[in-house]
């Protein structure tokens, strides 16, 4: 009854010319289930969005699951969300699921990012800058290229290439650890001013960290312009048609560079959780909201900007 009561509304409203006024979503819909792969880009992201749905009356769920596991918990109806979907480097992986249409792809978060193999610029200077150039000094990487987590779909690209001995990289072997762990190894080996080749990408604080060369030359595996990548967000199916209030939250909730580095360097470097991270940055930039916001209401059917800005006492 609920929902046929908001489409003869939304009916009447256009009928006679008066404003539309968005429904609230259904109870069903109070509980938002997203993923985190562990990567802490993600994991700011998903802050911004938690302190967003707090105050719009709604409970985030965030589940630590693998890119192929969070694809499958979007097609089974496990999860609603995942705003990780970087591409092209994550094609090969959700392609079958957006092949049949068991997920949905809402449109990039993020524009201008950036992921492919990186070198510290010591490394750069003594002559890699390249794909290509990599297998010339195969003596001072150890023949080792450093990964994230084991299944990540980056991680598959390079075994691809390291299979079909691509750029001559016969003999080198991929090293699979977490975010943190990688760069860990990479603190210590340039603490050393040692060679190290490993997954770089932007947004995150890495890049203020160190002074970081992105390669080029990986076109193949990592798309073009040094990795240039779109991140987008991927609902369950139908979700934005079953909960139009979040869908049209996440359809508008789009992020720069440069927000998310600042971000990132509050959960790195200042210790902040991700929410406490969001909290503080949008206090600072209350702007944000009124995009994100627009048309957006709280679960209970109240105007969502206001409730927002109440919860963040501004």
Known sequence: MRVFSAVFTLGMSL????PVAYAADNADCGVVKMSDPGWTDIGATNGVAGVLLEGLGYKQQVQNLSVALAYQGLKTGQLDVFLG??????QPVISKFTGNGSVQVLGANLNSAK???????????????????LAGYGDKFDRKIYGIAPGA??????????DKHDFNLTGWTLVESSESGMLAQVDRAVAKQQWIVFLGWEPHAMNTHHKLVYLSGGDKY???N???ATVNTVTRKDYSALCPNAGRLFS???FTVDLENVLIKRALDDKQTPRDAAREELKQH??????????????????GLAAVRQSLAL
């Open 153 to 162: 779909p980056a991680n598959q690209n390079i075994k691809t290439m390291l």
């Open 222 to 224: 990592f798309g073009p």
């Open 286 to 303: 209350p702007e944000l909201l009124s995009r994100w916001l627009d048309g957006v209401t709280t679960l209970q059917g109240q105007p």
């Open 85 to 90: 979907n970087w591409m092209p480097a994550q």
């Open 226 to 228: 040094y990795g240039s």
């Open 15 to 18: 009928a006679v010319g008066l």
């Open 115 to 133: 992921f492919t193999l990186a070198v510290p610029d010591y490394v750069a200077r003594g002559g890699v800058k390249d794909f290509a150039d």
């Open 252 to 254: 508008q909730l789009t």
